[in-house]
C-alpha cells in the first residue's frame, strides 16, 4: 500500500488484527527485515511496516533526508492510517525515528520499544576507557564509507559498514546474497544520514519529561556503544524498561525473533496491565 504524505509516496504493508503496532527499520534495509518476526506479532497486534523515504520501495525526495523528516514521514503514516495512537517500535537508526517521534508527537504513540538506537552524542563525556575507545574509532570507518558511496562503490562501503559498525568483523560474508544486495541498494540514503548533523541526537529534555512507556532493548552480542547507550537512555527516561537479550546482536527480530517478540509481548502486557497505562 501506498501514503502519499510530505511529498513522498511511502510504501507499507499491513497484516494482523488488534492494537496498531508500527516498526520502523534502521539504515540501509527496508520493512522486509522483520519478517522473520511479523507472524508471531501479527496473532496480537495489526502490525505495519514501511519503508522510509527513499530507501527501496518509498519515494526519494529531491534533496538529502534527515531525522525531523523521517519522524515527520512516521507521524503522517500514523495520521495515515487513521487508527489512532500505535505503539512504535524501531530498531537501530528506526530507533531514532521512533523516539524523535515520541518528543515530537507523543499524541500517537501509546508506547515505544527500541533497539540499540545509535545515540552516540549521549556518550559524549563518557569515563569508560572502553566506551571511550570505540566512540574515537567511529570516526574512521564512517569517513571510509562515506568516501566509498561517493565514489560510487556501493558495495564494498556495504560491507565496510556491516563489518565494522553494526555486525561485527567477518559478518558481511555470512549473509544471505539477498540481504547484501538489498543493503548495497540503500547505501545512497545512509549518506544522506551522514550528512544530517542532527542524525544521532535526541531531544533529551523531552524524553526526560515523557509519560509515553519505553521498552530499550540491547543485545549481548553487539559492539560495546550500543549498550552504553540504553545505559544513558535508561538513566535518562522515567517510563523506560531495559530487557538483554542474551545472545543477540544488532538485529534481533530477524536473528533472535522468539526472543525478541517475547520481550516486546512481555512489555505490551506489563503495561495493559498498568492502571495508568504509563508505567513499565
Known amino acids: 500500500m501506498i501514503a502519499d504524505v510530505n511529498g513522498v509516496k511511502l510504501y507499507y504493508e499491513t497484516v494482523g488484527a488488534g492494537e496498531p503496532i508500527v516498526l520502523t527499520h534502521g539504515s540501509w534495509t527496508d520493512g522486509t527485515g522483520w519478517a522473520p518476526s511479523l507472524g508471531a506479532l501479527a496473532e496480537r497486534f495489526q502490525v505495519v511496516a514501511w519503508d522510509r523515504r527513499g530507501h527501496s520501495r ?12 523521517d519522524a515527520a514521514d512516521l507521524a503522517a503514516l500514523i495520521e495515515h492510517l487513521g487508527t489512532g495512537p500505535v505503539h512504535a517500535v ?27 538506537p545509535p545515540l552516540f552524542t549521549l556518550l559524549e563525556g563518557n569515563t569508560d576507557p572502553a566506551v571511550a575507545d570505540a566512540l574515537a574509532a567511529t570516526a574512521g570507518p564512517l569517513e ?5 558511496i561517493e565514489a560510487g562503490d556501493h558495495r564494498a562501503a556495504a560491507e565496510h559498514f556491516i563489518d565494522n559498525m553494526a555486525l561485527g568483523p567477518g559478518s558481511w560474508p555470512q549473509l544471505p ?3 547484501r544486495a538489498l543493503v548495497e541498494g540503500n547505501a545512497l540514503t545512509y549518506l544522506d544520514e551522514l550528512r544530517d548533523p542532527t542524525a544521532l541526537s535526541i531531544d533529551t529534555a523531552a524524553l526526560a519529561a515523557t509519560t509515553v512507556p519505553i521498552l530499550l532493548t540491547h543485545g549481548t552480542t ?5 549498550p552504553a547507550v540504553i545505559d544513558e537512555l535508561a538513566l535518562l527516561v522515567p517510563t523506560a524498561r531495559v530487557e538483554t537479550l542474551t545472545g543477540a546482536g544488532h538485529i534481533p527480530y530477524a536473528t533472535h525473533p522468539e526472543a525478541w517478540v517475547a520481550a516486546l509481548t512481555a512489555f505490551q502486557n506489563q503495561i495493559a496491565a498498568s492502571p495508568d497505562r504509563s508505567t513499565p
Do not use: C, K, M, W
Open 144 to 148: 571510509t564509507v562515506a568516501a566509498l
Open 177 to 179: 546474497e539477498t540481504f
Open 222 to 226: 553487539s559492539p560495546v556503544l550500543f
Open 58 to 69: 518509498s519515494q526519494n525526495a529531491d534533496h538529502p533526508g534527515s531525522r525531523s523528516e
Open 90 to 116: 524501531g530498531n537501530s537508526y528506526g530507533a531514532i525515528v521512533t523516539l524523535t517521534l515520541v518528543t515530537n508527537r507523543p499524541d500517537l504513540v501509546t508506547s515505544a520499544a527500541v533497539h540499540e
